[in-house]
Every structure is written in structure tokens, then in C-alpha cells.
């Protein structure tokens, strides 16, 4: 007798149980636990095809399909018993589906392996954490178009190089998120489509002599159709993949935002008032009310990047099929998702919370020489001077102005003269920001009526 037992589930060619060591190295059910009402889902759906095909009897697969819900709602109710040496939580489930049910259990695994149950648990998981990123992205993009609404005609200063470049509205900024978003959730939807085949009943790689239906258990999961080459299916991730990178595209989306909004409820900025729900204080600077939510949400993206980097790496160096490394793929995605799922919730609480600070974002909006392009182009359509040389014209005025300590709306029209004669009094309406936001009536523009019909077409393609 060997002190360790060997495997209940291999034990036939096995002496000796697996050294402590290795049941710490190979154990997954810590982390895949999170699996079981996939696991127990994909079981029912096999146990219901084997009885259709005349592979069991339908009083096994009956017995078979209560037995795992007596399973789940144990595991659901929080009484289930996890074991390490039971290695995961397809073992785990099956174990205890013998103890509850007996002979019947040790039927259950006809016509499949833990390689396509797997495959098919963690494609199920992520198919959900799909859906719930592009609801998290809805709740967000509806959250940014009531601001947008709100201050459709607001000005404020728009920036290139964080430096004032021209003055935009409030609405065009918050409808910029709502652009980026709304990729991001085109990115899910794609992955999605593509991710909705069926690795079940691929088998160990090559497939099952059994006459299974594949057909069958694919629609009974809700997936497209069954995977069409089992070797593909069984060491395919790019699900999980494609999760990361449109889950990794989505955070730096959201990281840029939590950075703007970090400077714009700063001292200096004062565009926003961030809740008291979505900041924090500090424990010795009375006066501090700080952006926690925005820095987390900034520096939590990293998790993300990483899990992305970490399951390439995992996969990049795999001969087909199934190599064990997969097993590295669910704990990356977990909590990539945990992060993903929580910065979206915290940026529409935030988003939602917020108030713009309307008459910081006006007198800002017009310091700078924000509309210096203006200048430069009234110079263009009036005088018809060509641009570069309204550009040197208008360069000289912003030194003017600059010396003189003021804007350019502040300028005398002797001033303007000395640097231009054929400059008239006229000059000062395009000087003005609201009328520079309105001119910018191109297609896609920041003039608050582009703006309005961006927010009714969105507002009629938001669920
Ligand atoms: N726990 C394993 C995983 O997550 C399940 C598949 C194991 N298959 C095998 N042949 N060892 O990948």
C-alpha cells in the first residue's frame, strides 16, 4: 500500500497517488469552482443527446440530469464540499454526482472528455461576460448622453497636447465617449459571433465513436453551431482572446476618461464636481475631496493588459491540441472580467453622479487664444488673404495679446490695424466662443446642432 490513494477517475494504470506537491501544482478547482453552473449545464445537455441517440438509457440520463441539479443547488446553497485531490470542478461535480445518484454517474462521461467540457464551460462563462460588458456599456453610453444633452451647447476649452487649441462644447467631449464606446461594444458583439460554437463532443481531440449529435447539444447551449474540426476546438482559446483584447481596448477607453477626469475636477480645472458617492477625503487634509474612483479605474486597466499578455504568452508556444497550460487560461479572464465589469459600473456611477461646471468650462473656453484658428480664418474669408499668411497675421496678434497681458477679444481695433489694415470691426464676432462653436457645422463638428443630432441618433440606437 502506497500512503496516498491513487485517482478514483484513472486509478486503473496508477500505483501511487500524486505527490503533495504536484496536487498543488495541478488542482484547479480553487479558481474553476467558478465554472460549476456551466459545467452542470454542458453535463445536462450531454446527458439529454446521449439518451436522444439511444447511447443511454433514458432512465440513466434522467437520473443523470437531477442528480446535477441536486449538485448545483448544493454548490449554489454553499454546501458543497470541493475537493483539491478531486483536481477541478469537472471532477469535483462528477464525484458527487455518484455519491447522489450511484452507477448511472460513471455514464455521464460517454462520448466526451474534460478537454471538450472544458472547452465548452469556459466558452459559456465568457459568452455571459460578453453580454454583461456590452449592458455595462450601454448603462454607460446612456449615462454620458444625458450630460451630453444637458450641456449640448457648453463651451469649453477643446485641447490638443493638453494645450487650449479651439473651443468646443461640453455635448461634442462627452459625445467623443459615447463614440469610443460604442466601438468597444461592436468589439464584444463581433467577438461573440464568433465565439458561439460548440466544442462539445469534440472529445478527448479526435472525436468519439459514439454517435453522438453534436447539432443537438450545440442548440441546447444557445451556441451557433458545433466547432467543425475537433482538434481546433479542443485547443482553441481565441475566445478568451478576443475577450481580453476588446475588454483591453474598452479599459484604456475608460483609463483616458478617468485621467481627464482627474485634471478636470482638480483645483486648477474645476470643470466637474465629482459625488461624494465616487470620492473620497483625506485622513489629514480637511479640505481634500479626492477622484479614488477615477485613479482605480486608471490604474486597475493594468490587470487587464496583463491577463491579455499573460494568456498569449500561455498559448503562443501550444503544439495542437489540448496541453495542460490551458489550464492558465480561467484565472487571467476571471479577474479581468471582476476588473473590466467593476471599472464599468464605477465610470457610470461616476458619469452619472458628475456635475460640469458650466461657468468654469465658459471662462476657460475663451482664454488661451482659443479662437486664434477663428481669427485666421475670418482673415481667409473676408480679406482673402491665403491661410498661411492669415496664420503669420494672426501669429503676431496672440504676441500682441500676450504681451499685453490679455486675450485677443481685448484688443483694440487700432491694435488689430497695426498689424493688419484691412482688419474692420467685424473681426470681433468670430472672436467670440460661442459663435466659434457654432460656426463648426461640418459633419461631425462641435456646433451644439451637429452635436443634438449626434445625441437623436444615438439616443434611437440605444437599447
Ligand atoms: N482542469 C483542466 C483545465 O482547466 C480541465 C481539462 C483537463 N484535461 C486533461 N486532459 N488533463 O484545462
Redesign the pocket.
Known sequence: MTETTTNAMWGGRFAAGPDAIMEAINA?IGF?KRLAKQDIEGSRAHAAMLAATGILSDSDAEAIREGLLTVLSEIEAGTFRFSTAL????MNVEARLKEVIGEPAGRLHTGR???D??ATDFRLWVRDQVDAAIAGLEALMRALLVQAEAGADWVMPGFTHLQTAQPVTWGHHMMAYVEMFARDRSRFSDARTRMNECPLGAA?LAGTSFPIDREMTARALGFDRPAANSLDAVSDRDFALEFLAAASICAMHLSRFAEELVIWSSAQFRFVRLSDRFSTGSSIMPQKKNPDAAELIRAKIGRIFGANVALMTVMKGLPLA?S?D??E??EQVFDAADTLMLALAAMEGMVRDMSANREALEAAAGSGFSTATDLADWLVRVLGLPFREAHHVTGSLVAMAEAGGVDLPDLTLEQMRSVHPGITADIFEVLGVHNSVASRMSYGGTAPAQVRAQIARWKEQLP
Open positions: 484547479s474553476d483536481e477541478d470542478i469537472h472528455s474534460r478537454n467540457q472544458v478527448a489540448y495542460k490551458m489550464q487560461d480561467k
